[in-house]
């Protein structure tokens, strides 16, 4: 029996719709079966909460008196894009400081200016006669900028790598560290948690999606960068390795350092932990096979960072059950893993979008336009080329 | 046989005794030293693991107390920054010994002190720059 969105939102509006977490609805499923799951719940929620480095914001520091065009601007010694207009700029998370270097980035200061702090912002400009100031120095707080908005073209990586380290030295990667000779794995993903795990064909999830994004009301805005639906799939359509991605968008005046945290991985560079949630209505039996899918049922590939190439081979694939276990078997040896997504915040938020949609009445919102589907575009690679082979 | 951690304070004039011997010789105790910090002229610190006969470490324990060696059962010197701990499990994946670790289920961050061997592999692993070593 399907249900429409209209129908969902209904429910929600009038305070009686069934929403539960994903770990929730897989326990329902297994205890009264899917049939009788899908027609109970109508909606479910989903939660990641990892490093992803291509987040950031856009910020909007009002004119000052005479006015200032901006050309190099940094904020707490972090460098921030001049190439927008005359106090606009787009604060990168992995930014690192001139200062302090990968210890403080563009993501520590965003993180202090949600703990309220005021971050000192220095800029310089060429002088014009409408913005004849040629250089500032001051102070600003959160609340005095005129529109502060996190803009992250990549987040909620449907599925990733488990990291392991074939070489004899240990590497230092955006998956943490690596010890030689297989001595540990680490993998980046809230398993059946995770928002496009949930709904692996793009179903319900699309551009102008509600969802959580850092603590604040957001939205899907477009496809993320590095979006690849054509990633080999399971059976449910799960891809198996690194596949879509979500550009999402909220204003960072209403989120919270509990899902926005800065991140240094050492020798590598500065991250953010961002924490995102989807909701996903559960409309027919199809989609709720989906949500139903455990940790037992997800698999991610193996792959040797030891082989420093865009392409490092792959070692076969493990579940993100056996990951949790705390020991996979990769070609006979035993490797003991170690997650770098939170799985408490994860289940945090699931249970946070959980509240907003049973308790506050936070409706749902059809898709305005659907991401590229399976069978439409891949990653492309960069190849290195001379202006004369053009 | 016992096992036991032991903090030790050297006041600056006895920072160049030659402890480790006097364990081993006279108290007949395998010494393991964990961490040191020992430079002639100042006070200095030791956390050391010995093992051997549990009466051998209490007379071990006297013998040092009248040496002017200041003692104690080893304290937490991995410090974790709740507050800016976000719980995301980097440090277990680098932590042989398997003192950090996730609990079964919550995913809760367990930190079991007898087993860490105070390598500063989560210290520097950290995402969040939550862990410290206070010695």
């Known amino acids: 029996m399907a249900k429409s969105w209209e129908e969902i939102n209904a429910r929600i509006a009038a305070g009686e719709a069934v929403v539960v977490t994903s ?67 787009y604060l990168g998370a992995t930014e690192p400081s001139k200062t302090k270097g990968i210890e403080y980035g563009g993501a520590h200061v965003i993180e202090d200016l949600l703990a309220g702090k005021a971050v000192r912002l220095k800029a310089t400009g060429p002088g014009t006669d409408c913005y004849p100031r040629t250089e500032i120095d001051t102070w600003v707080t959160l609340d005095d900028l005129n529109q502060a908005y996190l803009f992250n073209p990549r987040n909620a990586y449907q599925n990733y790598a488990v990291a392991v380290n074939s070489s004899d030295r240990a590497l230092y990667t955006y998956l943490g560290t690596l010890l030689p000779h297989f001595g540990n794995a680490t993998y980046c993903s809230a398993g059946a948690l995770s928002p496009l795990l949930n709904d692996p064909t793009y179903r319900t999830i699309g551009v102008g999606s509600r969802c959580f994004v850092a603590g604040a009301p957001g939205f899907v805005a477009w496809q993320g960068t590095q979006h690849n639906p054509n990633q080999a799939r399971d059976e449910h359509g799960v891809p198996v390795a690194p596949s879509g991605t979500l550009a999402v968008i909220a204003d960072l005046k209403e989120a919270s350092r509990e899902f926005f945290s800065a991140a240094t991985f050492t020798k590598y560079g500065v991250s953010a932990f961002v924490g995102i949630g989807v909701p996903i209505p559960v409309l027919d039996e199809e989609i709720a096979v989906t949500l139903a899918l455990t940790d037992a049922d997800i698999h991610a590939t193996v792959f040797d960072y030891g082989v420093q190439r865009r392409s490092r081979p792959a070692l076969g694939r493990v579940t993100y059950a056996e990951l949790r276990s705390g020991t996979i078997e990769v070609e006979g040896r035993k490797v003991p893993t170690g997650p770098i997504s939170s799985l408490p915040k994860a289940r945090r938020i699931a249970a946070v979008l959980k509240e907003w949609i049973s308790e506050r009445g936070w409706t749902l919102s059809q898709p305005l336009m659907p991401l590229p589907q399976p069978g439409t575009q891949s990653t492309k690679p960069l190849e290195i080329r001379t202006e004369e082979a053009i | 046989m016992a096992r036991r951690r032991l903090d030790l304070t050297f006041p600056p004039r006895q920072a ?30 030791m956390l050391v693991e010995v093992t051997g006969k549990r009466e051998s470490i209490d007379a071990a324990v006297e013998f040092l107390a009248r040496e002017g060696i200041s003692v104690a059962p080893a304290a937490a010197d991995i410090v974790l920054d709740t507050d800016a701990c ?50």
């Open chain 2, 86 to 135: 976000v719980v995301c499990g980097l440090c277990t994946a680098v932590c042989k010994p398997g003192a950090l670790t996730l609990e079964e289920g919550t995913a809760a961050l367990r930190f079991d002190k007898d087993k860490c061997v105070y390598c500063e592999a989560c210290v520097v692993c950290c995402p969040r720059r939550a862990v410290s070593l206070t010695f």
């Open chain 2, 16 to 45: 160049t005794k030659p402890v480790a011997y006097h364990l081993v010789k006279d108290f007949d105790l395998t010494p393991n030293i964990l961490r040191a910090q020992i430079q002639p002229g100042q006070q200095g610190r």
């Open chain 1, 23 to 89: 770990e929730e609805f897989a326990e329902i499923a297994a205890d009264s079966g899917l049939k009788s799951a899908a027609k109970r719940v109508d909606v479910v929620t989903t939660g990641t909460f990892g490093p992803m480095c291509s987040s950031g914001a856009f910020l909007n520091f009002g004119h000052s008196d005479p006015p200032i065009k901006m050309g190099e601007i940094t904020l707490n010694d972090v460098p921030a894009s001049g190439g927008l207009a005359a106090v606009d700029t």
